[in-house]
Each structure stands twice: as structure tokens, then as C-alpha cells.
């Protein structure tokens, strides 16, 4: 978790009417204006990955032959892993090559998707690694059934928390003793930003060093010091 706090103090001997939630409240003392954020890691159980597949010929659709003959295989190998259905794109075909590159090839490209668990997280990989003309373009990390509310409830508790401990301490620091909250402004945040994982080339992929996905929270708030 990482916590960012900037705070700004404004001292002024008129009232200030401050809203909170349509209803003017006003401050005769110091205004306390505080920018609380909050950042913290999901929980996680599962991953998106993305696999593209190729073949190469030379015509269309002896390229497109091999293209089916290759997904066949992938079918095969992955859907077993794969945690529900596979999306499969219908295929796109260009030319490659000429010129100095030799003669004009076609070639047949799709992609192959879908989520797995953190068991079958490693062998996917493998897979991945081993079958003809596939590659593996990401893997994203899914925050858990559940863990995605229960972070963003932890991150604005700790933000609130976080803001009383500043005012209370800035007004002891003035000799004041009254600490009231005027304004919660949330300011975005709070969303799950899923962490793609760049993997190194290695015999093994634990799924434990996948990054987790990220949420945060951002916190306008107001205090009245008097």
C-alpha cells in the first residue's frame, strides 16, 4: 500500500461555507484543505491471457490449411487449462515477404483467449512455448470474486483515517482543539487497473509473482479547526 497525503492551510477570520452533501456548512476558524490518496493489491485467483497464432504458405489457402491445422492442436492443448470457453477470432490473411526477402508468401494470423487459474497458470505457458506458431502476448492478473469491493472499502477507510490523524495533529500544532470534517470530495480512483505480467524466459512461471492488480482511492477533504 502506498499513502500520499498534501495538505494546504488557510486562515481567514470570515466564515466559510462549505457543502457537504447540498447542505452549507461554514467555518469560523481554519480551513484544513487535505488531498488523501490511498493505493493498494487486490487479491487474485485467476488469469486473462492472450495467444496469437500464425501460419505461412505459399498461397492463401494452403496458409489458411495450416492455420487450422495449427489451432486444432492449440484446441487441443490449451482448452483442457483454460478456465471456460476460448474466444477465437475468424482469421486474417496477408502477403508476406518479396523482393529481396524472396517470394511473396501468404500468411494467416488469428488470436486464441480466454482465462486460466493460478493451478493451471505454469502449464499454459508451456504450452504456449511449445506448439508450432503460437506465441504468447500477455498474461493480466483478475482481482478475485469479492477482493475488489473489499479493497476499495479498506482504501477509503484508511484515506478518512489517514486525513483525522493530519487535522487532528495540525490543530494541535495551532493550539486549536475542534476538528470538524466539512467535505469529502472523491476524486476518481477506485477502480481495478488489471497489472499485465511480463515474463522472463525460464523453465518455470510461479503465478504467486504475477503483479496483482492495482486500485486506489483519491480524497478531497475538508476540515474546520477551531
Known amino acids: 500500500m502506498v499513502s500520499l497525503r498534501f495538505a494546504a492551510v488557510a ?10 452533501q447540498a447542505q452549507p456548512l461554514s467555518c469560523n476558524g481554519t480551513l484544513l484543505q487535505l488531498q488523501e490518496q490511498e493505493q493498494g493489491s487486490a487479491a487474485f ?4 491471457f492472450n495467444l496469437g497464432l500464425e501460419a505461412e504458405a505459399p498461397t492463401k489457402a494452403a496458409a489458411l490449411d495450416q492455420l487450422n491445422a495449427r489451432l486444432a492442436e492449440v484446441r487441443k492443448a490449451v482448452t483442457p487449462l483454460a478456465s ?14 518479396g523482393g529481396s526477402a524472396g517470394p511473396v508468401r501468404e500468411r494467416a494470423t488469428t488470436t486464441v483467449s480466454g482465462t486460466v487459474s493460478k493451478a493451471n497458470y505454469n502449464s499454459l505457458i508451456q504450452v504456449a512455448g511449445r506448439l508450432p506458431g503460437l506465441n504468447l502476448r500477455g498474461f ?12 476499495r472499502t479498506r482504501l477509503l477507510r484508511e484515506a478518512l483515517a489517514d486525513g483525522q490523524r493530519q487535522a487532528q495533529a495540525t490543530a494541535d ?6 476538528v470538524q470534517l466539512l467535505r469529502i470530495d472523491q476524486r476518481g480512483g477506485g477502480s481495478i487497473r488489471p497489472m499485465p505480467y511480463a515474463m522472463a524466459a525460464r523453465n518455470s512461471f510461479n503465478p504467486d509473482e ?12 475538508d476540515y474546520c479547526l477551531s
Open 210 to 221: 504475477a503483479r496483482a492488480p492495482q486500485s486506489s482511492v483519491s480524497l478531497g477533504l
Open 11 to 20: 486562515l481567514s477570520a470570515l466564515p466559510l461555507a462549505v457543502p457537504v
Open 173 to 178: 500544532a495551532l493550539g486549536l482543539r475542534r
Open 45 to 48: 485467483d485467476r488469469f486473462s
Open 140 to 151: 493480466t492478473a483478475e482481482a478475485a470474486t469479492g477482493s475488489e469491493a473489499q479493497l
Open 84 to 97: 471456460g470457453k476460448l474466444t477465437i477470432p475468424a482469421p486474417s490473411t496477408y502477403p508476406s515477404g
